[in-house]
Protein backbone atom coordinates (compact mmCIF):
# COMPACT_ATOMS: atom_id res chain seq x y z
CA UNK A 1 0.00 0.00 0.00
CA UNK A 2 1.12 3.42 -0.55
CA UNK A 3 3.02 5.37 2.93
CA UNK A 4 -0.08 7.50 2.95
CA UNK A 5 -1.12 8.45 6.58
CA UNK A 6 -5.18 8.26 7.43
CA UNK A 7 -5.67 11.93 7.01
CA UNK A 8 -3.82 11.86 3.37
CA UNK A 9 -6.19 8.63 2.74
CA UNK A 10 -9.26 10.07 3.58
CA UNK A 11 -8.81 13.09 1.45
CA UNK A 12 -7.86 11.03 -1.22
CA UNK A 13 -11.11 9.44 -0.99
CA UNK A 14 -12.85 12.65 -0.58
CA UNK A 15 -11.82 13.79 -3.89
CA UNK A 16 -12.21 10.70 -5.93
CA UNK A 17 -15.16 10.47 -8.54
CA UNK A 18 -18.55 8.52 -6.84
CA UNK A 19 -17.66 5.88 -9.89
CA UNK A 20 -14.34 5.10 -7.69
CA UNK A 21 -15.37 5.60 -4.34
CA UNK A 22 -18.19 2.58 -5.08
CA UNK A 23 -16.12 0.51 -6.82
CA UNK A 24 -13.76 1.14 -3.48
CA UNK A 25 -16.65 0.17 -1.37
CA UNK A 26 -17.67 -2.99 -3.43
CA UNK A 27 -13.47 -3.70 -2.46
CA UNK A 28 -13.44 -2.95 0.91
CA UNK A 29 -17.40 -4.86 1.95
CA UNK A 30 -15.64 -8.02 0.01
CA UNK A 31 -12.91 -8.01 1.64
CA UNK A 32 -14.21 -8.03 4.97
CA UNK A 33 -16.91 -10.37 4.25
CA UNK A 34 -15.09 -12.70 1.66
CA UNK A 35 -17.57 -14.85 -0.75
CA UNK A 36 -18.68 -17.82 0.08
CA UNK A 37 -18.35 -19.98 -3.03
CA UNK A 38 -19.33 -23.10 -1.56
CA UNK A 39 -22.62 -20.98 -0.35
CA UNK A 40 -23.45 -19.35 -3.55
CA UNK A 41 -23.32 -22.76 -5.40
CA UNK A 42 -25.81 -24.36 -3.05
CA UNK A 43 -27.94 -21.23 -3.51
CA UNK A 44 -27.72 -21.31 -6.96
CA UNK A 45 -28.76 -24.92 -7.29
CA UNK A 46 -31.67 -23.86 -5.03
CA UNK A 47 -32.80 -21.04 -7.29
CA UNK A 48 -32.68 -23.08 -10.73
CA UNK A 49 -34.59 -25.66 -8.28
CA UNK A 50 -37.35 -23.14 -7.75
CA UNK A 51 -37.51 -21.55 -10.91
CA UNK A 52 -37.77 -24.98 -12.83
CA UNK A 53 -40.84 -25.85 -10.01
CA UNK A 54 -42.66 -22.94 -10.96
CA UNK A 55 -41.84 -23.64 -14.73
CA UNK A 56 -43.45 -26.41 -14.28
CA UNK A 57 -47.31 -25.12 -12.72
CA UNK A 58 -45.39 -27.39 -9.22
CA UNK A 59 -46.06 -24.47 -7.19
CA UNK A 60 -49.04 -21.85 -6.58
CA UNK A 61 -47.32 -17.84 -6.25
CA UNK A 62 -49.40 -15.95 -4.53
CA UNK A 63 -49.61 -12.37 -5.33
CA UNK A 64 -47.41 -10.19 -3.38
CA UNK A 65 -50.54 -7.54 -2.79
CA UNK A 66 -52.49 -10.22 -1.04
CA UNK A 67 -50.10 -11.14 1.25
CA UNK A 68 -49.38 -7.70 2.67
CA UNK A 69 -53.35 -7.17 2.51
CA UNK A 70 -53.15 -10.71 5.04
CA UNK A 71 -50.46 -9.31 6.94
CA UNK A 72 -52.32 -5.91 7.32
CA UNK A 73 -55.42 -7.57 8.47
CA UNK A 74 -53.60 -9.71 11.04
CA UNK A 75 -52.45 -6.37 13.10
CA UNK A 76 -55.26 -4.85 12.56
CA UNK A 77 -57.70 -7.07 14.53
Do not use: C, Y
Not at 9 to 30: G, H, Q, R, V
Request: hydrophobic share 40%.
Amino acid sequence: MLALNTQQLLAEIDSMPIDLKTKLIDKLLSSLNPPHHDVETLWKREIDSRVASIEKGEINLIDGNDVFRKIKARFEQ
